[in-house]
């Protein structure tokens, strides 16, 4: 990937930029992570709402899950 430097000075990757959404969501532990993602799939409205959107073909080209560390120096959570 090539990456560019905005007007900010930020680097930010050109193509994903553009459509990649990004959800940050903090979890007690991985185990609460695992179970909140999977209730959160077998949600009915959850289900019935991805079944639509689905209509016409796939919306998300891909998942990719990253957990993060807090540092000493990170805000409470």
Same mark, same amino acid.
């Given at each position: /990937? %090539?990456?560019?430097?905005? +007007?900010t000075g930020?680097?930010?990757?050109?193509?994903?930029?553009?459509? @990649?959404?990004?959800?940050?969501?903090?979890? +007690?532990d991985r $185990?609460?992570?695992?179970?909140? !993602? $999977?209730?959160?799939?077998s949600d009915?409205? !959850?289900?019935?709402?991805?079944?639509?959107?689905? $209509?016409?073909?796939?919306?998300?080209? $891909? %998942? %990719?899950?990253?957990? /993060?560390? @807090?540092?000493? !120096?990170?805000?409470?959570?």
């Amino acid at each position: /990937m %090539v990456f560019e430097t905005s +007007p900010t000075g930020c680097l930010r990757d050109g193509e994903l930029s553009e459509n @990649t959404l990004i959800y940050i969501i903090a979890h +007690p532990d991985r $185990e609460s992570a695992a179970a909140n !993602w $999977e209730a959160f799939r077998s949600d009915p409205d !959850w289900v019935q709402a991805r079944a639509a959107s689905r $209509e016409n073909g796939a919306l998300v080209k $891909e %998942v %990719v899950s990253i957990f /993060m560390e @807090t540092t000493a !120096w990170s805000d409470s959570l």
